[in-house]
């Protein structure tokens, strides 16, 4: 097993499709937290009288640390773990190195259970890269336009920091499923990120018309706000801890739900 997982991720780092991903991952982090640290101190979040936007009315451990995870506030950063996700798994059934995987091995369990620890580890590499740009983006904002300090050494941003890698990798984990489920990159990846950006808003809006107030805490988006901060979710949210609970067992079921229906599947 441990061979077949060196294998596995040796494979996804002899492409050139992971450093490509790499780049657009730095990217992301960096722009949307530089970005976002501006609002730190500005004039429109003192005077604002929405509760959310005046956190940032001054700079302190929990500005700070929605600055470095504002990526999953604004619901995108989660899209770049899931589309990677999926983009591993396809890619093995676009170019039939799945094919061939299996043909050599026949039993598929031992092959999906190292993919998935394959997946897992890509996802947490993406998931450091992606913490320490957006700390690098944020921290030009607020050190040259702001004057403030970055706050590194709370414990309150070393949580953030830490949480935001379990919730890359898990992402990176749904992806895996549901590319697992539908085998067609493009289809994959159009669909998985289209529910999880436009669904995630049109769900919202449906709870709240039908007046299901306990609801959008369940759905994957709102999990990831309450995980990272919960003093910019609304008071029946989860607890972070419960939520980063709820959010795991969604990435783990979806990923052998959809390993247990590939099993099933004729080999292409």
């Known amino acids: 097993m441990g061979g077949a997982i060196k294998a596995e991720v040796r494979k996804i780092f002899t492409t050139r499709l992971w450093w490509g991903l790499l780049i657009g991952d730095v990217v992301l982090g960096a722009l949307i937290s530089f970005a ?3 609002q730190i101190g500005s004039d429109s979040a003192k005077q604002s009288s929405d509760r959310q936007t005046h956190l940032l009315a001054t700079a302190n451990p929990d500005s700070i640390a929605s600055v470095y995870s504002a990526g999953f506030i604004a619901s995108i950063a989660q899209l770049f773990p899931l589309a990677l996700g999926v983009i591993l798994i396809t890619s093995e059934f676009r170019h039939k190195t799945w094919t061939a995987t299996v043909l050599a091995q026949p039993k598929r369990w031992p092959i999906t259970v ?6 897992v580890v890509v ?15 944020g921290a030009i904002t607020l050190k040259s336009f702001r004057s403030s ?20 990798t898990v992402w990176t984990l749904l992806g895996f499923g549901f590319g697992m489920l539908i085998r067609n990159q493009i289809a994959a990846v ?3 990120v289209g529910l999880a950006f436009i669904g995630n808003i049109l769900f919202n809006v449906l709870f709240r018309l039908v007046h299901w107030h306990w609801a959008p805490k369940f759905l994957p988006g709102d999990l990831t706000s309450s995980i990272l901060n919960p003093g910019f979710s609304d008071s029946n949210s989860f607890n972070w801890w419960a939520g980063a609970l709820v959010l795991t067992a969604y990435g783990l079921v979806l ?14």
């Not at 450091?128 to 740009?133: E, G, H, Q």
């Open 255 to 268: 990923a052998l739900v959809g390993s247990g229906i590939n099993q099933r599947k004729d080999v292409l």
């Open 190 to 192: 159009f669909i998985a």
């Open 114 to 119: 190292s993919k998935i620890v394959s997946i």
């Open 149 to 168: 300090g970055l706050f590194l050494t709370s414990s309150q941003v070393l949580q953030t920091l830490a949480l935001m890698l379990l919730i890359f």
């Open 36 to 38: 976002w640290a501006f």
């Open 123 to 137: 996802g947490i590499v993406y998931g450091v890269v992606y913490d320490i740009a957006s700390v690098i983006g």
